[in-house]
């Protein structure tokens, strides 16, 4: 068994990082055969919370999906980035700090992907009114939904993992993770002044073009934005509050869902069609996958390893947490980070129980959420989201943006990404580090 | 009823390296709207329809939510068409489209456009050479006037700026 779960793993990993084969096809195949070979049961498979499916992560990554879906229809992104270009007054460098605080906010509430599917063609717009190169905005972009993901726990997916796995709520990333972002940001953008802010000027009359547009021509249904902000603003409102009041985040965002489905008076067979169901069934694969993985004694392995390299104690992790940013920034960069944080979840759970002694399956919130512990949890967010910016294969989001500029006629090579991505990679990684020591180790302020 | 009886031989061909104006120019004389990319031997290599000249001139990223930003666009359609005035044949041209061979039943002709929404499908033989094409209208006037009482003729055009 052990060696038939290693099997699986290792060629779904191998795959998934070729791409040869769609990830999907390669997560439902590798789940097929786990459960096929009895590496781990049906019944462990969709039942059971150390092995199985994490359906808290399902169901939240669906609802958010349908009430983002609801949103786009009603043109609200494509009218807030007409907005902005004309705040700037067609200004391209103020452009494009602001497309990147849109977009950073907007993939810190919503999704990474359909922020910057949204806002890849009003960038592509604006360039071609000003003139000017369309490329370091849409890097830029990619960036920004990158790092604002990682500001909040339904940003990013892998931030929905972590969450699920060691019980944290909205606010504990809120309190620990948006300031970390917020700084990195404001430094990036600093960065970004120094190398953009005197290179980007165009003639008056190009800017005219800019203000010219017509931005409330964006808005395609009044009321149901109207609707949709509201039901986002008590969505949100309850991730707040779904520690306080003992929910799951999955079952708040569920609610705001199926309220704004039913109050849209859109059909739920077109919503529903535009979930997008490969990212679903990728995760279901990818969990049974390593629940075989846990059951037959690999990642305790795994966990033994990495014990001996870091030497974590009960009360300070501080190696630990260092060696899992980097490590997670460095896997994340090169593979999906989903199947990275699906991999690590278990692995350090296994591992409290080791430093602990505890006994398998024994450990409590205590235990997960000790004091000692949460800058690893960080650590793995933090790494796991801004590593996505390392490479253009490195995030969902840089994958489209790459896609949709080549479309327009300005191909990103692979070599220009790495140009402004792994810069920006290595300086956020760097500050969030600077930010975990300083923050936990020197002023221990959990 | 073979494809072969009722199909046009009569067609627009254009070389892959044919610009945009003469493309257009070809189209614009021609019913249906579609010219056909053939290489020396009359290989079929891709079609040119009216519909893909004007999608070439709409940048990938325009939509009719970003088009109702304008409140006038002519300026930005007259840049556009300045961008496409280099493009050939053979980058506007659609590579992947289905087609007949012309031994094959009028009944496949007529579900294969009423499935897929076809106007016209190219006829060619087993090494891809040009022989015909066949259209909705083609294949309506012979199923009438085959398979019914009455012949369909001429209707007449009303011109309504007369009107």
Known sequence: MFWTATSIFLVAYALIISEKIHKTKVAMFGAALTLITKVLLQDEAFNSMDLGVDWNVIFLLISMMVIINIMTKTGVFQYVA????????GEP?????????????GSAFLDNVTTVLLLVPVTLLIAEQLEINPIPYLITEALASNIGGTATLIGDPPNIMI???????????????????????????????VLFGKRLHVREDLKKKVMSLQENEQITDSALLKKSLIILGFTILGFMLHGFFHYEPATVALMGAATLLLVSGEEPQSILAEVEWPTIFFFIGLFIIIGG???????????????AVTNPQPQDMTILAMVMLWFSAICS???????????????LIDMIHKIYGLQSGTATAEHIQHMAMMPVWWSLALGA???????????????IVVGLSEKAGYKISFTQFLKYGVPVMIMTVFLAMIYIYVRYYLLKWY | MDVSECMRTKLVLAKPDCDYKRLLCKIADSVPRLAY???????????VSAVDLLKVILPSYMS???????SDGTEFLQKQVERVKDKRAEDIMVKKFSFLHPHHQLLKADAMIAEKGFNTLPVIDEKGKLLGEITRLDILVNLVNNCSDYNVDDAGLVDLSLL
């Open chain 2, 64 to 70: 009719v939510g970003l088009a109702r930003s304008f």
């Open chain 1, 385 to 399: 989201c801004l590593g996505g910016n390392g490479s253009p294969i490195g995030a969902s989001a840089n994958v």
């Open chain 2, 37 to 47: 990319v053939v290489d020396d031997n009359y290989k079929l290599l891709g079609i």
């Open chain 1, 82 to 89: 007409i907005k902005c270009a004309k705040v700037a007054k």
């Open chain 1, 163 to 193: 969450a699920s796995k060691a019980g944290l709520s909205f606010m504990d990333f809120i309190f620990h993770l948006t300031p970390a972002i917020i700084i990195i940001f404001l430094f990036w953008m600093l960065a970004w002044k």
């Open chain 1, 293 to 307: 993985i846990v059951k037959v004694g690999l990642v305790e392995d795994m966990s033994r390893a990495m014990i």
């Open chain 1, 333 to 347: 960069a090169i593979v999906d980070n989903i199947p990275f944080v699906a991999t690590m979840n278990p692995l």
């Open chain 1, 93 to 105: 460098f103020r452009i494009m700090i602001l497309f990147a605080i849109i977009t950073a906010v």
